[in-house]
């Protein structure tokens, strides 16, 4: 991955993911965030796993980030716009749409 895929990735990314590691931090350990998403075979959800990965490359310096963490910036990219364009009518504090996209680091509402 060359420097400057790297950095569209990193733009792309820190422009979506509004939320702090500490934010997404506390969000990750409620009942509404663990409940989000798709869970596979009862386990936890990938939005929350991504969510927990989100922390820590929150939480490294730009220069350490890996190819696999710029890889999985990328999917977080792409994960949180097509959401955002399947947004419901109406009120969304309390829709699992919002807490889904929370785990992957968006608040649709910040």
């Not at 506390?26 to 990965?53: C, F, N, P, V, Y």
């Not at 963490?69 to 504090?93: C, F, N, T, W």
């Amino acid at each position: 991955m060359d420097a400057d895929e790297r950095e569209e990735i990193w733009d792309e990314f820190r422009e979506l993911v509004n939320m702090t590691a500490a934010d997404l931090e506390k969000w990750l350990a409620s009942d509404r965030s663990k409940d989000a998403g798709q869970h596979k075979d009862g386990g936890e959800s990938t939005g929350h796993a991504s969510g927990r990965r989100i922390v820590d490359i929150l939480r490294t310096k730009k220069g350490d980030l890996s190819d696999d963490d710029h890889r999985h910036m990328r999917k977080v990219v792409g994960y949180i716009r097509r959401h955002l364009a399947q947004r419901p009518s109406g009120d969304v504090e309390d829709t699992r749409w919002r807490y889904s996209l929370m785990n992957w680091g968006h608040d649709p509402l910040a």
